[in-house]
């Protein structure tokens, strides 16, 4: 990003940023947990997945990868937020799966059953 | 069923692209570091630290905002911030969570206590095996110094602050901060006496600042949303939240993150998700390698600093380690002890000779060669090295072993006087046998045996041989007839 020179140049582009990220809540939001434990249980080929699958999708989506949710019981996790809904995070997710969320869940709207409750 | 939880330290993991500083600044980042600058001064900030009650998550917990005040005291042309993210506990990854998912939440924060205490230097000593978070940092780090976040004359102010990283060698005693400092220097890791505490006189001789990774990431956030909300949170002594690693038997093993004062069942039936397999609860044990064993009738203790202590074990960074029937608490036990003797550096004679001891005697009673009077030998040499030792390791490093024998004493009694291990882990102390009227000869164990102890003819009864068996437990997992058993 910019360099930042004074205060009021930060806070226009901190702002700014902001809004950026708001107006993905028009998109499907993407997040795969990629900490070490989630790289360990096979998170890397997930992400693969998706990066190359979506794509070929007509839906407008972010892939984020991020830290960990703290779910060691089920990594990889997947969380998934489709415009207007709340977010839904997947746990064991391994290439089959990864393919399912995105045909059922992000393209249908149906649900996967490796759903994590109550997050 | 994590609703009980409330994220603070881990606010942005699982959430933003660690390695992109846009993410963190579209949650607020850098807002508390610019608004201390510009429109606050460093006592002030500190003030709202202290109010807002604040304590060391590296285990000791100490105010962190009287710890900024006393080294910001400190009158020195130097001073320096440490980032404590020498995480060794067995079983603990809470900061290399906070480092791998939110490494700018550590750096905002550690600014914010430079330009509290007049540092322009910080340092965070982390472990060479975190070779995740290490990357992320330097990504971190070099993002922040190219949008002018970090480094010199911040966002145009007066204010320059560098961080650089330092990595450790994966020595447990380098948590304490004395040693951290000295392995900083290039010297061992051996702790110091204290005073001088490192707020006066710490690294390179200069007055420093140690906090540990979690501390730092509660910083911005409580500067973001105000001292009153976080003290909202918790209870009377302990404000906040604390992060726990959730390991052993419990079905939901992860990091959580629970208001002070929620209780130790909470967390291990409703977060947890109770015991895995059905099994029935034992023990648990927090602050570990060093904490003590908590049972059943602990689970109702809240967790603050003050209430476990007064149970008996003790806050720690955040392992949270939950045992169940099958787990032997004389070996729980030597299995914390051997940790401490290898880790111990060495430098006074209580840790390194009397956890030796200790471990010797632990030793002993597990091959069934323990006696009454071992019992007293443990609870004296016990005390005499928490009271005799120089640092936080040797401190503490009885607990585990204290805190078995007062809540699990029978289970010593019968070790030592019957001879029985009731939990099945003492290899010394159990018999494999088999069931004369289950045994079909079918042979199995006879094959998967690598003691070759198994003799009997096909179709006939087998039997094991005492003297050669291993007690490796291979033919009762092979054994379909339910013919084999422990004793």
């Not at chain 2, 881990?10 to 508390?32: F, M, Q, T, V």
């Not at chain 2, 940790?339 to 009673?365: A, M, Q, W």
């Amino acid at each position: 990003m910019e360099r930042i020179n004074n205060y009021e140049q930060f806070k226009k582009s901190s702002s700014g940023i902001k809004k950026e990220r708001e107006s993905n809540s028009s998109k499907v939001i993407i997040k795969i947990a990629m900490a070490t434990c989630s790289i360990a249980s096979g998170a890397g080929p997930v992400f693969d997945l998706f990066k190359d699958e979506m794509p070929k999708q007509p839906k407008e989506f972010v892939l984020i990868p991020t830290g960990c949710l703290g779910l060691c019981h089920s990594e990889p996790t997947v969380e998934v937020t489709l415009p207007g809904s709340d977010p839904v995070v997947f746990g064991k997710v391994d290439v089959k799966r990864a393919g399912l969320i995105i045909s059922d869940y992000i393209m249908k709207g149906k649900t996967v059953d490796c759903i994590i409750e109550g997050n | 069923m994590k609703s009980k939880q409330i994220k603070i330290a881990l606010r942005n993991c699982g959430h933003i692209d660690p390695e992109r500083i846009e993410d963190y600044i579209s949650y607020d980042g850098y807002a508390a570091l610019g608004r201390c600058m510009f429109e606050d001064t460093p006592s002030s900030v500190t003030d709202k630290i202290k109010q807002s009650g604040l304590r060391g998550r590296g285990g000791g917990g100490f105010p962190t905002g009287k710890k900024w005040e006393l080294c910001a005291a400190s009158v020195s042309d130097k001073k320096y911030v440490i980032c404590n993210a020498d995480e060794g506990d067995p079983g603990a990854f809470m900061d290399r969570s906070v480092l791998e998912g939110d490494p700018h939440s550590v750096l905002e924060a550690m600014a914010i206590c430079g330009y509290c205490i007049g540092a322009d230097e910080g340092y965070i000593y982390i472990r060479a095996e975190y070779p995740l978070a290490i990357k992320r940092l330097k990504i971190a780090i070099a993002q922040a110094e190219e949008a002018g976040l970090l480094g010199d004359r911040i966002m145009g102010s007066d204010f320059s602050f560098k961080i650089r990283l330092k990595y450790g060698a994966g020595a447990f005693v380098c948590g304490e901060e004395t040693a951290l400092i000295k392995s900083m220097e290039g010297n061992r890791g051996e702790p110091i006496m204290k005073p001088p505490y490192p707020a006066q006189k710490g690294y390179m001789g200069k007055p420093t600042n140690v906090n540990n990774v979690e501390t730092f990431a509660n910083v911005a956030a409580i500067l973001n949303r105000g001292a009153e909300w976080f003290s909202s949170i918790g209870t009377e002594g302990s404000k906040g939240t604390k992060v726990f690693a959730l390991a052993g038997k419990v079905k939901n093993v992860g990091l959580v993150e629970v208001p002070m004062g929620t209780t130790l069942r909470e967390l291990i039936y409703e977060i947890g998700g109770g015991i895995k397999s059905g099994k029935k609860f034992k023990a648990v044990q927090s602050g570990e390698p060093s904490g003590g064993c908590l049972t059943e009738k602990h689970l109702d203790t809240p967790i603050d600093y003050e209430s476990l202590k007064a149970a008996g074990s003790m806050m720690g960074s955040g392992g949270m380690i939950v045992m169940d029937e099958d787990d032997c608490m004389v070996a729980v036990a030597k299995f914390y002890l051997e940790f401490i003797v290898e880790e111990s550096c060495g430098k006074c004679v209580p840790c390194r000779e009397g956890n030796k001891v200790l471990y010797n005697i632990l030793d002993k009673i597990t091959h069934g060669k323990g006696e009454l009077s071992d019992l007293d030998k443990l609870k004296n040499f016990g005390n005499i090295i928490k009271s005799t030792s120089l640092c936080g390791l040797g401190q503490t490093a009885p607990n585990p072993v204290l805190s078995t024998l007062d809540n699990f004493y029978d289970e010593y009694y019968d070790h030592v006087v019957n001879k029985k291990c009731a939990a099945k882990q003492c290899r010394s102390l159990i018999t494999y046998r088999i069931i004369e009227e289950n045994c079909v000869g079918c042979g199995a164990c006879k094959r998967v045996c690598p003691a070759e102890a198994i003799s009997g003819e096909l179709k006939q009864k087998h039997l094991i041989d005492q003297e050669t068996c291993i007690k490796c437990g291979a033919c009762i997992k092979k054994c379909r007839f339910n013919a084999i058993v422990v004793e």
